[in-house]
């Protein structure tokens, strides 16, 4: 495999083995590790992340490996982060895992090629190795272009990764002007985005990938999205940073890709399928990866400001 792999990791020797595999599979030439540090109240953190690094040593195939390790814990929004901004600086196109996305042999080759065909196109973004539209709409091409980007497995390019604002500077006047309006087909849709936003902009979350979102949609980028799920999350459990419990996402498989890739006439958004989408996000709420009960007071009072009933909307 030519292009490079972002491997993220943490504290997970057992979820990182399978990915590993993937990845061993796959043979990349260079592969980039970035891994986070054990945090100071966690009792025996650090032996666990010192055990998952150690996987990484057993690389055995003709590979460039560049290790970036911290020494004490960053946490998800700065790790993450920084850690895709450092490989960006060495090579412009890579694709990345993180240590629970187990993706199928489709996905490296998938990548790969959409790297290529768009590398110039400044309206794509994102390649993302996830569909969550649990099998409906699949479209007769290999894959369509949506507004939302996935990151349970996906792959970008460093002038795609240069517009991420991580601060989301512009959102309160994004906000004011209502400029994500054009999005959303559904009220609920806007409000639900709208309030997550501002909780992710105010700081409740730990976290990088909603910045990544804000940031897509702050420059009207697309993602391309496969016909197929090609990503399966292992990482629904109960240490899991985020994706903790059940989940009706945790059931979707890391299917096959049919080569040669059939490519879509226009490079135009599949309305009818992020509304699908939309819908069915609303169906399995509980399953989020930030479901909205989790917050549902502090979010509720959000909309309620953005309705006018707080007049400070």
């Not at 690094?53 to 390790?69: L, N, Q």
Request: charged share 25%; proline share 4%.
């Amino acid at each position: 495999m030519k292009t490079s792999i972002i491997f993220i990791i943490f504290n997970r020797a057992d979820t990182t083995k399978q990915v590993f595999e993937a990845i061993r599979a796959a043979k990349p030439r260079q592969l980039f590790v970035v891994a986070d540090g054990p945090r100071t109240t966690r009792p025996g953190e650090a032996e666990k992340c010192t055990a998952t690094r150690a996987v990484i040593d057993t690389v055995d195939w003709d590979c460039e490996v560049h290790k970036e390790y911290s020494d004490s814990n960053l946490g998800c929004r700065k790790r993450v982060s920084s850690g895709i901004t450092w490989a960006f600086g060495i090579v412009d196109r890579a694709v990345i895992l993180e240590d629970d996305c187990v993706p199928s042999p489709s996905f490296f080759k998938y990548c790969s090629e959409m790297l290529d065909r768009y590398e110039y196109d400044e309206r794509v973004m994102v390649v993302s190795g996830d569909n969550h539209l649990f099998g409906q709409k699949e479209p007769n091409e290999s894959y369509y272009f949506s507004r939302y980007p996935h990151c349970w497995g996906w792959a970008t390019w460093k002038r795609a990764w240069e517009k991420c604002d991580l601060e989301m500077k512009q959102w309160p006047e994004v906000r004011r002007r209502r400029l994500f309006d054009q999005y959303f087909w559904k009220t609920s849709e806007r409000y639900y985005w709208k309030s997550l936003f501002q909780y992710v902009y105010d700081g409740n979350i730990d976290t990088w990938d909603y910045q990544w979102v804000y940031s897509i949609w702050a420059n009207s980028g697309l993602s391309i999205v496969p016909k197929r799920n090609l990503v399966r999350n292992i990482g629904f459990h109960a240490e899991a940073t985020h994706t903790k419990g059940d989940s009706a996402y945790a059931s979707l498989k890391a299917e096959v890709l049919d080569f040669p890739l059939v490519h879509p006439q226009t490079v135009i958004v599949s309305v009818d399928r992020d509304e699908l989408e939309a819908s069915l996000r609303v169906k399995h709420s509980g399953s989020l990866r930030y479901p909205l009960n989790k917050y549902a007071s502090s979010m509720k009072r959000l909309v309620k400001k953005m309705l006018g009933y707080g007049k400070t909307a």
